[in-house]
């Protein structure tokens, strides 16, 4: 009995789409709540019990059977899935190529380097040159700067738009400037028209942090599009999420495509993907360097590289992920829209970001614009609420409110970078290695640390959440202000 049993079950076929329709009763069994909701569904909510997330991943079947048919298929390394989300990428974007890489921090990181290369000619970066960054932010924005032997200068920010100060860049650049490298701060873009007419005027390379800003625009253009480079960061909290993963978007120069591609894959000179050969048809037909001629043109290296793929089931998700983009991006405004709403009654006590170019927001009006005649429109990461100056507010007793609420808040993630204590013991261990405003006005950004956080806006809140929210801060401001 026991060996027909055996023989019986060796006969049992498995195909795939069975396995794919196991995974979708899975899914409906056990993440059905990671779904995107309707807004007005007040289901799973249980006021002050209930946490209230500031980000998380939404998701539904087709990620899990998108990712399950990846791993089927057994590849994993990149193939197939990642070339086809790199283009499906560019494509929404509207740029030339997209590389995919491990994480947004990867992404600075060969943004950076790939600036450093020998085949720029006069414009690479050396070690010395100084790239014009922002003081308050994320720091994988600054650290590739560092990490390449550049010296960071840092200009304040604003504390309403949270950007840098436009005004404080004439100041900054030297004769050893060559780049500037700032992000569009929690989705709001800085101003392009400034930055780019700066750059053009002076020469300099612009990357754009473009990892909290997917869907913003500028003038009708997408962020992202404008730099010479720009990143994106897939995050669980950000637009569309691959767990982990970045990318690195090339608007217009193809030769920075091969460059950073080198960066990413060990600094190779070979550009045949991973896995395939010779796609050239001259693997043996190049003399470079003092290699032998005819050496293999896959192990030769043109850079000091990294190696920081992603897995191909990590593009599987993100193919799914980027059919729902526009329908998160729009989330994401109504959302800060009914919070920015329903706050406003506040507006004694706390102040609330502002478009770049916006001057003020209004009920029924809507945002009222400068005479730049440049517009904006966010595609927020979260809703900013500052404190204002003369407000009896303590800003860590607030934000302790909130999470005894269940309330998810962030501040806006280091602060001012120059009061951490790695920027500190970097100025002291390498005087020089970083560069300050002569002055050492920083107001701005200490303003942000000091006097301001953020909750939520992504695409898994809903009116009984952002209800709540509003409802727990004016309670909070009634009492404590």
């Known amino acids: 009995m026991k060996d027909a049993s055996l023989e019986k079950e060796k006969n049992i076929f498995i195909d795939k789409e069975s396995i794919l329709a196991t995974v979708s009763k899975y899914f409906k069994q056990n993440h059905s ?28 079947e087709e990620e899990m059977l998108q990712s399950t048919s990846s791993l089927l298929d057994f590849w ?34 060969l943004a950076i380097s790939a600036l450093t290369s020998h085949k720029l000619g006069d414009r690479r970066l050396k070690k010395g040159d100084e790239v014009i960054t922002a003081a308050a932010g994320f720091p994988t924005t600054v650290a590739p700067i560092i990490q390449n032997g550049l010296i960071p200068v840092f200009a304040d920010n604003d504390p309403v738009t949270l950007n840098i100060k436009i005004e404080d860049l004439s100041s900054l650049i030297s004769e050893k400037t ?31 942090d473009n990892c909290d ?40 120069t193809r030769k920075l495509k091969t460059i950073v591609e080198s960066f990413r894959d060990w600094g190779r000179d070979c550009w045949c993907p991973s896995g395939k050969d010779n796609t050239c048809e001259k693997r043996y037909g190049f003399q470079l360097g003092q290699l032998p001629k005819g050496y293999d043109h896959k192990y030769t290296y043109s850079h000091w590289g990294y190696n920081i793929k992603p897995l191909d089931l990590q593009a599987a998700i993100g193919l799914a992920q980027l059919k729902k983009i526009n329908t998160f991006i729009n989330d994401r405004k109504r959302n800060w829209t009914y919070l920015r709403s329903g706050l406003d009654k506040l507006s004694t006590e706390l102040y ?7 001057t003020s927001w209004e009920p029924e009006k809507g945002f009222s614009w400068d005479t730049s005649g440049n517009k904006t429109e966010s595609s927020w990461f979260g809703f900013m609420i500052g404190i204002k100056p003369e407000s009896k507010i303590n800003k860590q007793h607030f934000a302790n409110f909130l999470d005894t609420h269940k309330i998810n808040n962030r501040m806006l993630f280091g602060g ?45 809140l809903r009116r009984v959440h952002l209800d709540y929210i509003i409802n727990t801060i004016e309670n909070y401001v009634s009492e404590y202000s």
């Open 76 to 109: 994993l390394t990149l193939g197939e899935y990642g070339n086809s989300f790199e283009k499906e990428f560019a494509k929404f974007l509207g740029v030339k190529n997209c590389i995919l890489t491990n994480s947004g921090s990867s992404a600075n990181l």
């Open 213 to 252: 800003a997917l869907g913003s625009t500028y003038n009708d253009f997408a962020t992202g599009t404008f730099g010479d480079l720009s990143t994106q960061s897939f995050y669980p909290p950000h637009h569309l999420t691959l767990g982990e993963g970045g990318m690195i978007n090339i608007p217009r």
């Open 33 to 60: 709540k990671y779904a995107r909701k309707d807004f007005d569904d007040p289901s799973d909510f249980i006021p002050g019990v209930t946490t209230v997330p500031y980000a998380g991943r939404v998701f539904d």
């Open 352 to 358: 609330f970001s502002l478009p770049t170019h916006a």
């Open 416 to 460: 001012n970078l120059l009061r951490q204590p790695v920027a500190l013991q970097q100025e002291k261990d390498y005087p020089g290695s970083m560069r300050r405003k002569e002055n050492n006005d920083y107001s701005g950004s200490d303003q942000i640390m000091n006097s301001s956080l953020f909750i939520g806006t992504f695409p898994g």
């Open 178 to 208: 060559k780049a500037i490298f700032i992000a569009h701060t929690l989705g709001n873009p800085f101003d392009l028209y400034s930055i780019k007419s700066f750059c053009n005027e002076n020469n300099l390379w612009l990357i754009e």
